[in-house]
């Protein structure tokens, strides 16, 4: 693979065109090297937008490197950077890439990172975890990326427990991906195993995310959690009870009161909006189809209306025979029935009327 690279503005959109040039030309590295990726790279973009203001752009490099892959920021810089001070940005990289470093040349300093790509080592599938998050120190990259390998059927599994909630499969997998590696790099051996801390560690960055993208409409985070805890205590106590629960009912659970209740379950329906394009289920019908549909009556309220007027200077009974005659599509020999009178005489009668309109309406 050739060194790919391009130059950006250095705004706050940067860090998502960076993303996204290095999921196009890192084509060489799996799911979760992707995810390490887009997080390094965000980091180091953040860095120069925020402490580089004079930096009116950018420069983005991915290539090969050994056994890795190798990804460059580059950006106008007056001096070397010696020192880095700590931060999110430089711990990052120093705790998921194989290798970083930074250098300055002729006023620009560029900060790199490699990652090794899949393959690149081979762990035997008989050294225990345990023996794997000992030896980290002798090389991170590739004892993560045999754990994250032995480990993602739990995140993918976690994710799963997700879908239908308003996220993207895709985000969610890639969420859970990364409480995985932050599992694997935060865990100590006096927390037991791994695993179960891993799963506890992927749930909590998943109720995260729901938290923060999965409400459609924006509510407080108490409100949030006031709802969840509302809708549990109703479901619980519709089985108890045989029935939907009252508001005040719920309350009394919960030791709140009936109007936070009621807040909170109305916020319910904030957690999903529906698209005007989704179908009914129960019509099969979207409110697009109603919105776009031409109501054909529209072109006759005019003429309503003045027939109406027209109408009421009628008699009651010429009235109740011309709604029988083309309201209810009645014969005359049918009307004259109802009206006890005979066909003949509902004959003048609908004649009668019909002339008076039409005098009154010219």
Not at 185 to 203: D, N, V
Not at 204 to 217: F, T
Not at 287 to 312: S, T
Request: proline share 4%; aromatic share 4%; with cysteine.
């Amino acid at each position: 693979m050739a060194t790919s690279s391009c130059e950006f503005p250095a705004d706050p959109e940067t860090a998502a065109r960076a993303r996204s040039f290095i999921r196009e030309s890192g084509s060489e590295l799996d799911s979760m090297r992707r995810t390490e990726a887009d997080l390094l790279v965000t980091e180091l973009v953040a860095n120069v937008v925020r402490h580089s203001p004079a930096a009116e752009s950018l420069e983005l490099a991915v290539g090969l490197a050994g056994t890795g892959l190798r990804v460059s920021v580059s950006h106008p810089h007056p001096e070397a950077l010696d020192n880095p001070e700590p931060g999110v940005g430089w711990s990052l990289v120093d705790r998921i890439s194989k290798a970083w470093g930074h250098e300055h040349d002729e006023g620009r300093l560029t900060v790199w990172f490699e990652l090794r790509t899949p393959g690149a080592v081979s762990v035997a599938d008989a050294v225990p975890d345990d023996e794997l998050l000992a030896r980290m120190d002798e090389d991170r990259a590739a004892f993560s990326d045999e754990l994250i390998r032995r480990h993602t059927d739990l995140a993918l599994s976690i994710a799963a427990r997700y879908r239908g909630k308003g996220i993207g499969q895709d985000d969610l997998e890639q969420v859970a991906l990364m409480g995985l590696l932050r599992a694997i790099q935060r865990f100590e051996a006096e927390r037991g195993e791994l695993r179960p801390y891993a799963a506890a560690t992927i749930s909590g960055e998943m109720k995260k995310l729901l938290r923060d993208r999965a409400w459609s409409v924006r509510v407080s985070r108490s409100v949030q959690e006031k709802s969840l805890t509302a809708t549990k205590t109703a479901e619980h106590l519709a089985q108890e009870l045989g029935r939907r629960p009252e508001a005040s009912e719920i309350a009394e659970n919960l030791d709140m009161s009936t109007a936070e209740v009621e807040e909170a379950l109305q916020a319910r329906k904030a957690y999903r909006s529906r698209s005007i394009e989704e179908q009914s289920p129960s019509t099969g019908v979207s409110l697009l189809a109603k919105l776009g549909a031409i109501d054909e009556r529209m072109d006759d309220v005019e003429n309503r209306v003045i027939l109406e007027g027209a109408l009421a200077i009628l008699p009651e009974r010429q009235r109740r025979i011309l709604h029988l005659r083309f309201g209810d599509d009645m014969t005359q020999s049918e009307i004259g029935e109802v009206m006890g009178m005979s066909q003949m005489h509902v004959s003048r009668l609908l004649a009668r009327s019909l002339a008076t309109l039409k005098s009154h309406l010219d």
